[in-house]
């Protein structure tokens, strides 16, 4: 079942709203080996209705399901979004939808994770990479040929 807010129940009150969604009703496919959702989404938020929007303010919490990009051991990663706000307007031309007098959350909750997926998740800052695999090597490649700028460098105007 998504994460919907009824607008009736906050005309009298703001609401607030806990619980999981589990990853099935995110439906977020990242169609990726390095990270997996498997776990369910913890969600502490409180919701209240402006004149023609919806603000939502809360926490989100995820964990991860990674692969180290250097050295591909298997870790957990918590995303949290601490300070989650969300405004919807319900008039005019980007209106949500509303249906039987609820807005779904799930999409911008959705579209708002998917945006702090970590890029390159690392098991540990100082990860070395696969064992006699060089990371990070300070060493410069030898220069088979010399180089076009070094060329047009010695041009003199």
Same mark, same amino acid.
């Given at each position: ?23 099935? %009703? ?15 989404? %913890? ?12 603000? $939502? ?6 964990? $991860? ?5 250097? *050295? ?11 300070? =989650? ?18 807005? !779904? ?5 959705? %579209? !708002?994770?998917? $945006? ?10 100082? *990860? ?20 076009? =700028?070094? %060329?047009?460098?010695? $041009?003199?105007?």
């Amino acid at each position: 079942m998504p994460l919907t807010v009824n607008l009736r129940h906050l005309e009298a009150h703001n609401i607030e709203l806990e619980g999981k969604l589990p990853v099935e %009703e995110l439906d977020i496919d990242t169609r990726d080996e390095i990270i997996q959702l498997k776990q369910p989404l %913890e969600y502490r938020l409180e919701a209240q209705k402006l004149t023609d929007s919806l603000l $939502l303010q809360g926490r989100l919490s995820l964990v $991860l399901e990674c692969k180290c990009v250097r *050295c591909l051991k298997a870790f957990q990663y918590l995303l949290e979004i601490r300070d =989650w706000t969300c405004h919807l307007p319900l008039q005019g031309e980007e209106a949500v939808p509303v249906f039987n007098e609820c807005v !779904d959350l799930t999409p911008h909750i959705r %579209e !708002d994770i998917l $945006l702090s997926f970590p890029q390159h998740p690392l098991c540990r800052q100082e *990860c070395g990479g696969l064992p006699g695999a060089s990371v990070g090597s300070s060493k410069q490649p030898e220069q088979t040929a010399p180089s076009a =700028w070094a %060329e047009l460098n010695k $041009l003199k105007f």
